[in-house]
């Protein structure tokens, strides 16, 4: 499908976050911009300013966009529209394709600048705005919220979602043209082999003790108060010794109030996260707004067990009884009732599920997902020049 081309293309990548900012989405892109470039493509990441970048040593280049502070979240910025500076800069070095990854006030602006200036866009589906609404008390907005995402990503040739769960979602809904983007994981960082008996020792738990892990932002859309309600209960309950949350935002604080027998760590360095997941024994991640969720497959392949609701990663990776259990979307009983059978288990039976839970990673394969993304693109590049050929032929006889 690439033969057509001759030469690497150059992609333009449109984000709010990306490194050194921490989360999902910003990791993800970054993966995208790595793996686009190391396969020879010419890749541009335009994303809000930021006070600090990333590494100078990465192939891609970046362009600073005009930004906001996002309410509540000081380390996290939002585009403003900025249809001026996109034309200029899509005049002087034309891309081949355009990649949105959000829909906020710049992806609308590059929406408007691309078809200008006849540039093909795909898009990314990375954040459920619409199932962030009922934690913020405003599910009133909710249909114009659906109905302005259909809108926007329905104006691309393409839309790209990581899963089979949200593949049928949004296809329900009326989405056209999706095509799956799955993600990938560090099989040799998130790994069973960075299990650190001091680190253990550090919390005060023994060889055969139980150790419960949530990792997450610490934010209302995250349900994370369900995930320290269950781990003080076990706790309490003498079940497991202790509970540890990795992740910083604007409830931490509260919770920590809350829940003095929990242990929250902040945000941890890559290694000492990878030491955390290994560390532990079972992973618990109530999250109801996911479009994936990268923690699901970095605790899958740091061999933990994943308790979760049945959507998302959980719903690609998580088998009940295998490698973890899972839970109808909400459901909070069934998810209590899964994390007390998981704890009833025997450490024999453990120790298989957490063997289980490192084999399922093997297909989540970075390197894989990036060839298939790269000939996505290409394809989509190739289908269009073939049709300028067709309609340059037709003209061409016309003139004849």
Avoid at 48 to 54: A, F, I, N, Y
Avoid at 162 to 179: H, I, R, V
Wanted: glycine residues 8%; hydrophobic residues 40%; charged residues 20%.
């Amino acid at each position: 499908m690439t033969q057509n081309l001759n030469r690497p293309i150059k992609i333009s990548l449109l984000t709010e976050t990306f490194p050194p900012e921490v989360n999902g989405v910003a990791f993800t892109l970054a993966h995208f911009a790595r793996g686009l470039s190391s396969l020879g493509s010419d890749v541009e990441v335009l994303c809000p300013k930021r006070t600090s970048k990333g590494d100078d040593t990465e192939l891609w280049t970046e362009i600073d966009l005009p930004s906001r502070q996002i309410p509540n979240y000081p380390q996290l910025r939002f585009g403003l529209p900025c249809g001026s500076l996109l034309y200029q800069n899509w005049q002087d070095k034309r891309p081949d394709i355009i990649y949105l990854a959000t829909e906020g006030p710049a992806g609308f602006s590059a929406l408007r600048v691309a078809k200008k200036l006849n540039i093909p866009v795909v898009s990314g589906l990375h954040t459920n705005f619409d199932l962030y609404l009922k934690h913020y008390g405003i599910s009133i907005f909710k249909p114009v919220i659906d109905g302005y995402l259909k809108w926007f990503h329905n104006r691309t040739v393409g839309t790209f979602v990581p899963t089979d769960w949200m593949f049928s979602e949004l296809q329900n809904k009326g989405y056209e043209n999706l095509f799956k983007l799955s993600r990938g994981v560090d099989r040799q960082l998130f790994s069973p082999q960075k299990r650190s008996d001091c680190l253990r020792k550090s919390w005060n738990v023994g060889e055969l003790d139980r150790v419960l892990l949530c990792v997450s932002r610490a934010a209302v859309e995250k349900n994370l108060e369900l995930a320290c309600s269950l781990f003080d209960q076990m706790i309490q309950q003498g079940k497991v010794k202790a509970g540890i949350i990795v992740g910083d935002g604007p409830e931490r604080i509260k919770l920590e109030k809350r829940y003095p027998s929990i242990r929250f760590t902040g945000c941890l360095s890559k290694l000492d996260l990878a030491m955390h997941y290994a560390s532990s024994d079972l992973f618990v991640f109530p999250s109801e707004t996911e479009t994936f969720g990268n923690v699901v497959t970095e605790a899958l392949s740091s061999g933990l067990p994943v308790l979760g609701y049945d959507y998302a990663a959980a719903s690609e990776y998580v088998t009940s009884e295998k490698n973890g259990y899972l839970s109808p979307l909400g459901d909070v009983s069934s998810l209590t009732e899964n994390l007390n059978i998981a704890l009833n288990g025997s450490g024999l039976f453990l120790a298989k599920m957490s063997r289980n839970a490192r084999a399922s990673t093997e297909i989540a394969n970075w390197q894989n997902i990036i060839a298939n993304f790269y000939e996505n693109l290409t394809g989509f590049l190739n289908g269009r020049l073939n049709s300028i050929k067709v309609h340059q032929t037709v003209s061409n006889c016309r003139m004849i």
